[in-house]
């Protein structure tokens, strides 16, 4: 039987972790890499790299981190942050990527995810969202949740998946950095029709809203989160353990 | 020494790191004369079964596999590079595989499942642990990433994982043997999965 996910992000600038709350007040924590390995030893089933890097320097700074946690962390790593063409896909990928995720970039140019799925496949090409709701539906935020693009998300989200993309990071711009669990509504709009894995992101606070989630939502497949990770207010052991008494499907690492 | 297959077809770096994580030399080529003095081929492999077969054909490495196979030296095809080994795929028309192993690829039943199969699934082994796993316990979970599945290989199957339905997750006939998850992907156990293959010689499976 497939486990339900478990996946911390790491938001990296200049090749340092960094998390905010609501997309503000960055705060800087400890080294990537190093991060990496702790949580691929305590159970991480995936490991979603964001660069939130402006400058090119920067961006040399993000490869040799991706490169360097490819060489010790034996697990499913996913890119995002600033992937606007192939030839960015190219570059992640080459540092040891396996799975690339696009959002404003998709937006900017929807033909992206097409042409991606076609090169990589589709298994490659996640589509990231940013969602809040305006005026009663959900729509669709661009670059790191502050530019409101008017595109109704539902709609975008179908059509991401018949362009190609593998899977659907659907974060709640609404729950993010208020740990007071996930958006259950909007995710369960996604779930309703969504025919690849969605993973769902903004809004964990302690383990039960995990629990709570793949409960009520046996169609999400995975949980994505930040902050109460790096500051150790949830471990990944105890979590996964907790998931195992409640007979959510999880994968055990030995110690 | 064991041999990564370079045939143009997806990312070889992780499958290098995690060699080299288990202190395992390795070479990634797809110099003929190299893959000749293998003690040991990885045949990997993603993307579209056909693409992948036709790089094999130009990069002219097929008579060297048949000659490795026909000489006993192990072989592990991982994902797309496990179809390969198979009789035939039906992914987009019918396309002829190498035929090293009995069977033919198919896509998974979508019945009630989300396609690809993505993600960690667990390992059953049946009655008797195929070398390749044994330093495995039945049950432990492996990254899984594939929408087509080897069937009618009852005779090499050596682990199953379910999916809707029971899904061929690894087969093993005499020295060739293939994975249709990623090991290099799958944590300490994928890891211990590779150190098996990398223990294992020319002649004696």
């Known amino acids: 039987m497939i486990t339900k996910r478990i996946i911390p992000c790491l938001d990296v600038r200049d090749g340092q972790v960094v998390k905010g709350t609501n997309f503000v007040g960055l705060k800087e924590i400890a080294s990537p890499v190093e991060l990496a390995k702790q949580y691929s030893a305590s159970g991480a089933d995936e490991l979603v790299f964001y660069d939130i890097t402006a400058s090119s320097d920067g961006r040399d700074l993000f490869t040799d981190v991706l490169t360097e946690t490819a060489k010790n962390v034996f697990i499913p790593l996913t890119v995002g942050g600033g992937i606007r063409s192939l030839k960015d896909f190219d570059r992640v990928l080459k540092c040891g990527a396996d799975k690339v995720s696009v959002n404003s970039g998709a937006i900017a140019d929807p033909t992206l995810i097409a042409r991606a799925a076609k090169v990589y496949g589709d298994q490659c090409v996640v589509l990231s969202v940013d969602v809040k709701r305006v005026d009663g539906s959900f729509r669709v935020f661009a670059k790191g949740g502050r530019v409101d693009t008017g595109l109704d998300a539902l709609d975008w989200i179908k059509k991401g998946i018949d362009e190609g993309a593998g899977e659907i990071v659907l974060n709640s711009i609404d729950t993010d950095g208020v740990k007071r669990g996930f958006d259950l509504e909007m995710l369960a709009a996604v779930t309703a029709f969504s025919t690849v894995p969605v993973i769902a992101s903004g809004g964990a606070g302690k383990i039960e809203d995990f629990i709570t989630l793949f409960k009520r939502l046996p169609k ?36 | 020494m064991t041999v990564i297959l370079d045939y143009g077809v997806g990312n070889l770096f992780s499958l290098g790191c995690s060699l080299a994580a ?67 795929s039906y992914e987009y028309g019918e396309h002829e595989g190498l035929g090293f192993l009995k069977g033919v690829v198919k896509p998974i039943p979508a019945a009630g ?67 249709q998850f990623h090991p290099e992907k799958s944590g300490e156990v994928g890891l211990k999965i590779l150190r098996a293959f990398c223990e294992m010689k020319e002649g004696e499976v």
């Open chain 2, 22 to 88: 288990i202190g395992e030399a390795s070479e990634i080529t797809s110099d003929a004369a190299r893959i000749e003095q293998a003690d040991r081929i990885i045949l990997p492999g993603v993307g579209a079964f056909r693409d992948a077969m036709e790089k094999l054909k130009s990069s002219g490495l097929i008579s060297v596999l048949k000659r490795a196979a026909a000489k006993g030296t192990p072989l592990l095809g991982i994902c797309l590079g496990m179809q390969l080994l198979f009789e035939k």
């Open chain 2, 113 to 179: 499942v989300k396609i690809p199969h993505m993600g960690w699934n667990a390992l059953s082994f049946g009655q008797k642990k195929h070398p390749l796993f044994k330093y495995l316990t039945e049950g432990d979970c492996v990254y899984f990433v594939h929408s087509y599945a080897a069937v009618g290989c009852d005779d090499s199957v050596i682990a199953l994982a379910e999916y809707g339905t029971p899904v061929t997750a690894a087969v093993a006939k005499g020295s060739i043997l293939g994975c």
């Open chain 1, 220 to 255: 999400v497949d995975a949980g994505l989160a930040a902050s109460i990770f790096h500051f150790g207010e949830v471990s990944i052991a105890d979590l996964k353990k907790e998931m195992l008494k409640n007979a959510i499907p999880a994968r055990i690492v030995k110690e």
